[in-house]
């Protein structure tokens, strides 16, 4: 009897720790969003749940979030990307420069030149480290430093504004909308449909299963049959697709390509990956854990700055939430190596 109640001990453990290694992620959001909604409640009413404060979230969270669904597939192959952020105000820049209203040039013409822009570095950045032996870390560093003096050079440091409503909207506009109280921003829905295309390729093809065979042994996926420099240089490209992508959105929100702007953008990509389930050491990661990271992130600065809490002490525990992320992807891989 004692023996079987041992064993109905473990499976109820198992169950609970596979739970909690599912749905941890999620929970920390739902417990973050709950307790900002109890701190932040004025006259009755909770700031942080007002519909206008969430769609400004979802709003915020939109162009970092699309630059980390791509992340995600490189650190998913044990690589990583330095150069988001460059190329966000890059491909911004020449974006915008096609799009302006003196030019009046269709809307999907900026669009396609924002795209190549993006594929293209992309590849270049995977053709370095898979066909050079580059590490990535050098490679995408020396795009990072690049990109952003090429943004420089071709708008001498000024914002190129005069943008084309229609370009605009991209950013800005929004559908569905009954009257003040209810509407959906277009970057939110564009973030969502990447969100799903990317979860789509990650998880139901072959190119899906092939980034997860690089990053858990790179040896024995070449020695299935796997062409390892080619698909690398694929998830490279396709990740600067995506950071090309959230450079239309974030210029046409701001209505100006800007030299400046994408500052740090890749680090906030990188820690939503990571604080979502992504394994640094590879091999690991889902879409749906990196928008939820994404949110976790969007979510506390929204907060911090409801409670006016100091934006270097934003900083400070986005850092500390960064590292215990990573130390905690570290003890579980230590875990499963000392199994």
Not at 89 to 107: Q, T
Not at 177 to 197: R, T
Not at 201 to 230: H, M, P, W
Not at 293 to 311: E, R
Request: proline share 2%; aromatic share 8%; charged share 10%.
């Amino acid at each position: 009897m004692s023996t079987i109640a041992s064993e109905g001990a473990t499976k109820r453990t198992f169950n609970v720790r596979a739970f909690v290694n599912r749905w941890g992620i999620l929970l920390v959001l739902i417990g973050m969003s709950a307790l900002l909604a109890i701190l932040t409640i004025d006259g009755g009413q909770s700031i942080f749940l007002k519909f206008r404060n969430i769609v400004n979230i979802l709003r915020q969270s939109s162009v970092i979030g699309i630059i980390a669904l791509g992340v995600t597939y490189v650190i998913i192959t044990g690589g990583i990307d330095l150069s988001s952020g460059s190329l966000v105000a890059m491909i911004g820049c020449l974006s915008a420069i096609v799009a302006r209203e003196i030019y009046g040039l269709p809307v999907i013409l900026p669009i396609i030149v924002a795209l190549a822009l993006g594929f293209l570095a992309g590849a270049v950045n995977g053709a370095l480290h898979a066909k050079f032996k580059i590490p990535p870390f050098i490679a995408t560093l020396g795009m990072m430093v690049s990109a952003r003096g090429v943004g420089f050079l071709i708008t001498k440091g000024r914002p190129i504004d005069n943008l084309t409503q229609t370009y605009q909207y991209l950013g800005q506009g929004s559908i569905l909308e009954f009257g003040q109280n209810f509407f959906v921003p277009i970057p939110v829905i564009i973030f969502l449909l990447m969100a799903l295309i990317a979860h789509f390729l990650l998880s139901q093809t072959r190119f899906g299963k092939y980034t997860y065979a690089l990053g858990g042994n790179e040896q024995a996926a070449y020695i299935c049959g796997v062409n390892v420099d080619r698909h690398k240089i694929l998830v490279y490209a396709w990740a600067g697709f995506l950071t090309s992508i959230a450079a239309v959105v974030l210029t046409a929100r701001v209505s100006a390509g800007q030299p400046s702007a994408g500052l740090m953008y890749e680090l906030d990509a990188i820690a939503s990956a990571v604080i979502g389930g992504t394994s640094l050491q590879g091999g690991i990661g889902t879409i749906g854990g990196t928008v939820v990271g994404t949110l976790i992130i969007a979510v506390m600065n929204n907060g911090l700055q409801l409670l006016g809490v100091s934006s270097y002490w934003q900083q400070i525990l986005k850092g500390v939430i960064i590292v215990t992320a990573v130390v905690l992807d570290t003890m579980r891989n230590r875990k499963k190596m000392g199994k």
